[in-house]
């Protein structure tokens, strides 16, 4: 019980684990999410930058560093990738987003967190963490059905393309109660997987 009383008592945060497009290219999908905003007024389309999201969880900071040195080492065996980016697709009737191809190397990137991770990710079992193995890029979330209805029509027949490397991931950590994620560490990807087992063993 003691136990259980101390865990309670420490702090804990919302994480999410996420890819991002290079500046320029996220400098275009945020004129993008305004004009959306713009026209249909939903402010989740202005709220948070472009991103990909690999992994979403809650987990007490205190086990923060052993998440770190876990990532770092999947990062260092990891080789980049290029992420392409076509058209839109939806989420009836709630979501707006940007259609990733590349999907099997950021699907493939998230099986291994999962498998390698979980563990350390795992609040408790009515709390696990949620990998997207079907990734996207949000345009507009939370939409009520004239949003959703109206911005549909017209991006669904819209254009868009882009590609970039991803060469690494972002860990962001914000408070329970809200407010903005702050970076906690960008994990570089190396592609030198004998480090990475290495790095295991310490």
Not at 117 to 138: D, V
Not at 155 to 180: H, P, T
């Amino acid at each position: 019980m003691q136990i259980n009383s101390s865990l309670k008592e420490l702090s804990k945060a919302e994480y999410l684990l996420l890819i991002q497009p290079r500046k320029d290219l996220s400098d275009s999908i945020v004129d993008i999410k305004k004009y959306f905003y713009d026209k249909y007024k939903s402010e989740k389309a202005i709220r948070g930058k472009p991103q990909i999201t690999l992994v979403n969880f809650v987990q007490y900071t205190t086990f923060e560093d052993r998440i770190r040195q876990k990532l770092r080492t999947i990062s260092l065996s990891r080789a980049p990738f290029q992420v392409h980016l076509q058209d839109y697709g939806s989420f009836p009737s709630h979501t707006i987003f940007i259609n990733i191809l590349s999907r099997p190397f950021i699907q493939s990137l998230v099986k291994t967190i999962q498998t390698e991770a979980q563990g350390l990710l795992k609040l408790s079992a009515g709390n696990r963490p949620h990998f997207i193995l079907e990734p996207y890029l949000t345009i507009a979330r939370k939409l009520k059905p004239w949003q959703y209805e109206q911005g549909w029509l017209e991006f669904s027949n819209r254009n868009f393309s882009g590609k970039f490397i991803a060469n690494n991931m972002v860990l962001l950590r914000r408070d329970l109660e809200g407010g903005k994620y702050e970076q906690v560490e960008r994990f570089e990807f190396q592609d030198i997987p004998a480090i990475a087992k290495q790095a295991t063993l310490f």
